[in-house]
């Protein structure tokens, strides 16, 4: 019963430890990103009738957007009109905000275009049309100049300044902007440009080879560690198949044995030791490996990210565009580094804390064996649990940095979360009582246990189910949630409950005595010494009934070898109880 209540209690605590994780996980996910002044990608249903576009700021009755160099995407000035608050019904007179610069931006298009033809620079200047300040710029080769913008009220009044000298300021803008790009449109500058960039995909390319030599000669010497490791471990396996036994059968003094047989297993158990470090040390190399590999993927995604920057704000047709590369990419980027980097420090501390509890050097030679065996599927699973939450956390900042309603989908996610919960609750059990037997260790991978009435060898066992074989050859899966009391056979050592009924005719001390010799007789065989971890106990007779005097022996033995042992015994007393005329009960 207190195993029992301990066992709800753990599950328990484990329900509310992944809830806290899950919440956590969401709290920090809903953390919106500061993304600076920096431009972003397109907003997802920010075109609401009831909210300005995107690049639109409103301030009161005043929205207010940039107008942008062709050239670069710089912002050159700031316009302003009267805030419309439902685009769906635009009142009369008036012209959304994002409609304005629009056409400003499409006239300096035209300007460019007209200058890369033109011989001299185009002229700035000022007019009034309907009593409103114009900037126009005129061309020697076109007899009409382009309207480029009217100075309004609004813009006056937004930039704190009057009609004329805001108008004077916004000419002085543009005339700059007019020799900036004379300058970016002239043969010479473009071809030094190009050559540059040129210059910089070269370079590119270059390092791109070199990363494509490092990575294929870190995968070589990856194919090399693990050819050593697997030749490492079957040396060791060979070398323990061929220890002689004739060591182990020489001495014949049973004190002098004991001392032998505690050599022998202290000798086994640094083997083992030896060698589960080997396979850490092999490992701590594969990891620094794959680190490396790791290192010169993301250097790879670097190079890149900034040879394209640079390739970018060299020409001019694409200066515009290369402000953006430094927004929403370079933070896809980021995020994705922290969450690669997260997992695989996660990863190599679980493999540490692993190690380390393998290689606690108090513990038996049983245990560290067992514990060797279990310790994979415990690393799988935390590691499986890090990265997934790491990469659920990853997506919901991606969503985030697209400017897409994360918490909708959450909250749609969680309604079918909810749904398939209920539908799956036997699932769920099945995984929390999973994670319970592999951290209380309540069996593992080769013992024999017995759950209800079915009992095996234990062939497989994860999350979800364990799988035994039993005596007939049968493979049993038994769901982890229907698993509440379990009998381990052979963790760490087993023993033999003999229980030998013999007539009332007997003379019980006769009878203790032959038990005694045939015991001792056992225990003094070397082929039997390795499976017994101390000498049978003869407990005394234990019983007396109408069918005779219950005689009990235990005989405890190294796991799994309490069949054996009992059949090689039960022979051997049933020998000596002949040869001594010792009579059975009879029932």
């Not at 560690?225 to 004739?246: F, H, N, Y």
């Not at 896809?332 to 290689?359: E, N, T």
Request: include cysteine; hydrophobic fraction near 45%; proline fraction near 4%.
């Amino acid at each position: 019963m207190h195993r029992l209540s301990r066992h709800r209690l753990c599950q328990t605590v484990i329900r509310l430890i992944l809830l806290s994780v899950f919440t956590c996980t969401l709290s920090v996910s809903w953390v919106p990103l500061a993304q600076s002044q920096l431009p972003a990608l397109s907003t997802i249903g920010s075109d609401s009738s009831m909210w300005p576009p995107e690049n639109v700021t409103r301030n009161g009755e005043l929205e207010t957007a940039a107008v942008r160099s062709p050239l670069d995407d710089q912002k050159l000035f700031d316009v302003t009109s009267p805030t419309i608050w439902n685009r769906d019904k635009i009142p009369d007179g008036k012209i959304p905000i994002e409609l304005r610069v629009r056409e400003i931006n499409d006239r300096l298009w035209r300007v460019l275009y007209r200058i890369l033809e033109a011989q001299k620079i185009p002229t700035v200047s000022i007019a009034t049309l309907n009593n409103r300040p114009i900037i126009q710029i005129s061309e020697d080769q076109f007899s009409r100049p382009i309207r480029m913008v009217t100075v309004t009220d609004e813009d006056a009044d937004y930039n704190g300044k009057n009609l004329t000298e805001l108008t004077k300021e916004w000419q002085e803008i543009l005339q700059t902007e007019m020799n900036r790009m004379k300058q970016f449109s002239s043969p010479e500058l473009i071809r030094s440009r190009l050559m540059q960039a040129g210059h910089i995909l070269l370079g590119l390319m270059t390092a791109s080879g070199v990363i494509w030599v490092l990575r294929r000669l870190l995968t070589r010497r990856q194919q090399i560690l693990e050819a050593r490791d697997q030749q490492q471990l079957a040396a060791v396996a060979e070398a323990e198949m061929l220890r002689k036994p004739e060591d182990e059968i020489t001495l014949s003094d049973l004190a002098e044995g004991e001392a032998t047989e505690a050599k022998q297993i202290n000798a086994l158990r640094s083997q083992l030791l030896v060698t589960l470090q080997h396979q850490f040390s092999v490992k701590r190399q594969l990891d620094i490996n794959k680190f490396l590999k790791w290192g010169l993927f993301w250097i790879f995604i670097l190079i890149w990210y900034v040879g394209t920057y640079q390739i970018m704000s060299r020409i001019p047709i694409l200066m515009r565009w290369s402000l953006h590369v430094l927004a929403t990419p370079l933070m896809l980027i980021l995020i994705w580094f922290a969450i690669s980097f997260s997992i695989r420090i996660s990863k190599s501390l679980i493999d540490r804390f692993v190690h380390s509890w393998k290689g606690w050097a108090y513990l038996s030679l049983a245990e560290a064996q067992r514990i060797a065996l279990r310790s994979r599927t415990i690393s799988t699973a935390l590691n499986g649990l890090v990265t997934f939450v790491l990469v659920i956390v990853g997506i919901i900042w991606t969503l985030s940095l697209f400017d897409i309603p994360t918490s909708s989908i959450l909250a749609g996610g969680a309604v079918i979360g909810l749904a398939i919960s209920f539908g799956s609750q036997s699932l769920i059990k099945d995984l929390v009582n999973g994670c319970l037997i592999l951290m209380e260790d309540q069996f593992a991978v080769g013992d024999v246990i017995q759950v209800g009435d079915k009992s095996g060898l234990v062939e497989n066992l994860n999350l979800r189910v364990t799988q035994l074989r039993n005596s007939k050859g049968e493979l049993i899966t038994i769901p982890n949630s229907n698993i509440t009391n379990v009998s381990n056979l052979t963790r760490l050592w087993s023993r033999i409950d003999l229980a030998i009924v013999v007539a009332y005719e007997n003379d019980p001390i006769q009878v203790l005595d032959v038990l005694r010799q045939v015991s001792k007789q056992l225990y003094s065989e070397s082929e039997w010494r390795d499976r017994l971890t101390e000498p049978p106990e003869i407990l005394g007779i234990d019983d007396l009934s109408h069918t005779g005097m219950l005689v009990r022996v235990w005989i405890k033995t190294a796991p799994m070898e309490q069949w054996s042992v009992g059949r090689e015994f039960r022979l051997r007393v049933r020998q000596a109880l002949a040869a001594h005329n010792i009579q059975l009960g009879k029932l």
